[in-house]
């Protein structure tokens, strides 16, 4: 299984870093039945990240026909809900420092990303992943619509604004769509795919490497519906 981790200018490192590196531990644990890389839209380069001009290189391209699943991250910035962040920033001008994060996440929309993620959607042989307020670039281009899914908790709004499904979970699993909430959920992310596509033993080798419990229930639409509590 080839992942891709996509990143774009202001991404947030911590949601890369962390999936990234259990991916790759599992495909240690696994005689590397789990490969990993950075990439981007464009192809390779070095990409600036959201928080203090921290830098990752992006060694190739999105590229549709080798990935098995992409990894979306989240952007790094100032906090700020849509209705808060001014109009004339939306979309304008170059990527800088200090942005807000829904301006960074929207400016996804202007690049290739959006017509690469809506194939790889479309196509049922990959699936998609994301981190934080990764689930926001898809919902943002109009591809979650119908979709359960989950983001930071100060992004949920937006999902249900979009058609989305919001779910309030640590990770949300809706087949060939897997999203995780805040940052830290990369960890579980990341740990979650490699029981689901490799078996909970090399997870559970991994989860002891690094010395981190998944934390809550996967979320599926499954079972039976509780009642209210």
Known sequence: MHIQVVLFDGF????????????????????????VELVTAEGPREVISGTGGLSLRAAGALDLERADMLLV?????????????PEE?????????????????????????????KQAMD????????????????????????????????????????GAHAVRARVVDDGDLITAAGVTSGLDLGLYLLERELGPRIAHAVEELFAHERRGTVWRAQGMAPATL
Request: charged share 20%; hydrophobic share 40%.
């Open 73 to 85: 991250p989240g952007a790094s910035g100032r906090v700020g809900e849509p209705g808060e962040v």
């Open 12 to 35: 947030d490192p911590l949601d890369v870093i962390a999936p990234y590196e259990v991916l790759y531990a599992g495909g240690s644990a696994s005689d590397g039945a789990v490969t």
């Open 123 to 162: 196509d049922p042989d990959i699936t998609v992943a994301t981190v934080c307020g990764g689930s926001l670039v898809l919902a943002m281009a109009g591809l979650l619509e119908g979709r359960h899914a989950t983001t930071h908790h100060l992004g949920l709004d937006v999902l249900d604004a979009t």
């Open 89 to 117: 920033e939306v979309g304008a001008g170059e990527w800088k420092q200090d942005e807000f994060i829904p301006v960074l996440l929207g400016r996804t929309l202007s690049t290739e990303l959006p017509a690469l993620l």
